[in-house]
Structure formats: C-alpha cells, structure tokens
C-alpha cells in the first residue's frame, strides 16, 4: 500500500507517492491548476492503483479546495505549517531546527520534535524570482534563470565591501555584498541582472533565517522548496554559513518536503 500526499501552494501543486514504509515512489510539480484535476492528472501519469492507495493528505494554502475523500479514499488535511517542520526534519534528519519553506513567499517553521512554531515570514520568495525574472528578463521558468545565473557576473550589479572601504574588516570578506544593485551601471547585461535579482532574493532570506537563530542554541537551518534545490542557493548560503554561526541544510527532495510533512504527519 502508498500515500500520496499533495501540497496545495499558491502557485504549484506538489504531489508525491510514497510507500507506506518510506519509500518515494513517485514525484511531479504541476503549476496552479484545479485540485481534483491535479490528483487525476498524477494518478494517471504514473500509473498509480488507485486500490493500492491507503490514504490522501493535503497540506498548503489551497487544501481546502478538496471538501470529501477522493476516490472513496480516506483523505485528511494537515495544517501547513506542521507539515513545513515534518517535513524539514524528516528530511534533513534532525530532531530541532528551523525550517525555511521558500514557496511564492517564505515562511519561517521553528520546529522540535513533534512541536512546531510558525515564528514569522517574508513575502520575498520563489514568487518574487520568478516573475521579477519573467518581467525584466523574459524568462519562464526556474531552469532559464538557472542557466542565467552561470552566465551572469555580479561586477556590475552589487557593491560589495571592497568596493566601499580601503581598510581591511576583518570580520567581512572583501567579496562580501555592501549593497545589492547599489552599483548596477550600463555594463550590466541581463544574465547579471537576472543573477542580481536571485542573489537579493537568496542573501535576504538566508540573513532573516541568520536572525531567527540568534538566540537559539542549536543553529541548524533547514531550507526547502524549489528555490532551495538551486545550484546557486547552497552557493549563497555556504557564504552566509562563513559569516555566521549557522549550519544550512538542503535535503535532497527539498521541494517535496512539506507534501512529504503531511505524510508523515498522519502515519
């Protein structure tokens, strides 16, 4: 017998199959579009029994779209923000930490346990990349600001510490970012916009996560969501690491993690 569970975002539908022992069968991210029409579309795709199926869970912001079980099939609802802290904690197999989901915005799960705090957010996210990207660069999707980012330089975008103080500080490498877009100037091409735009977005929330930490002892990290399986993410946030006594953690299926959450939540 498999789960699947589903996490109804603002702008994607994440669905996973897994087994009933742990094991991720079946994986698919589908942009916004009607519930039921999502579930059908993945069961049918991957072939899935629905005869083999013992239960649906829905999590996110859209879970309530769904009103009665789904195939005759037992289908619960779990609360977003505990499927976030499951979810970040199964994955990065850890027993405390705070976990960053960066969907369209980013929230922000101080999670223990089996206890879970939503301690605050950012509307900055995966939202804001996106379509900043979408109307300065012309760009659809998260694979073409990828390939935008290896192409960009951020010479002409960013002023960093070199660029504002002769001196050497001890506690700031010279690479480190004084300003974002504070030097952006007609040399910039768009590949280094584009590469701006995502390194704004990736330093801001790293830093508010760097914050949240402040007073906790144990500084574990643990971000997910698509933006978190980047390349250029982990490149950022190893920076930030450098700067701060804070441990990042990208798990792998990062971008699965709060759908995984509420599988886990209800087992």
Excluded: W
């Amino acid at each position: 017998m498999s789960i699947i569970g589903i996490d109804l975002g603002s702008s994607a539908t994440k669905m996973i199959n897994m087994s009933e022992e742990g094991q991720i069968l079946n994986t698919l991210i589908l942009n916004r579009t009607n519930a039921k029409k999502a579930i059908d579309f993945f069961i049918d795709d991957k072939k899935i029994d629905k005869q083999k199926i013992s239960k649906i869970v829905l999590t996110g912001v859209r879970k309530n779209e769904i009103e009665e079980n789904i195939y005759n099939i037992d289908t619960i609802k779990v609360d977003e923000f505990i499927a976030i802290g499951t979810g970040g904690l199964y994955l990065s197999n850890k027993k405390e930490g705070l976990v960053v989901s960066i969907g369209t915005g980013t929230a922000f799960v101080k999670a223990e346990n089996k206890n879970f705090e939503h301690i605050g957010g950012t509307g900055i996210g995966g939202g804001t990349l996106l379509n900043l990207c979408k109307k300065i660069g012309d760009i659809s999707s998260f694979n073409e600001i990828n390939e935008s980012i290896l192409k960009g330089k951020l010479d002409n975008i960013d002023l960093t510490i070199q660029d504002v103080s002769m001196q050497e500080i001890k506690t700031l490498p010279k690479d480190t970012t004084s300003a974002n877009f504070g030097k952006l100037n007609e040399k910039a091409t768009r590949d280094d916009i584009i590469k701006g735009i995502a390194n704004m977005i990736i330093e801001t929330i790293g830093m508010m996560a760097v914050f949240a930490t402040q007073k906790e002892e144990k500084k574990d990290i643990i971000v997910i969501g698509n933006v978190a399986t980047m390349p250029y993410t982990s490149t950022v946030l190893k920076k930030i690491e450098k700067l701060h006594n804070v441990k990042f953690i990208i798990p792998k299926y990062a971008e699965f993690a709060t759908a995984i959450g509420a599988i886990k939540s209800v087992k």
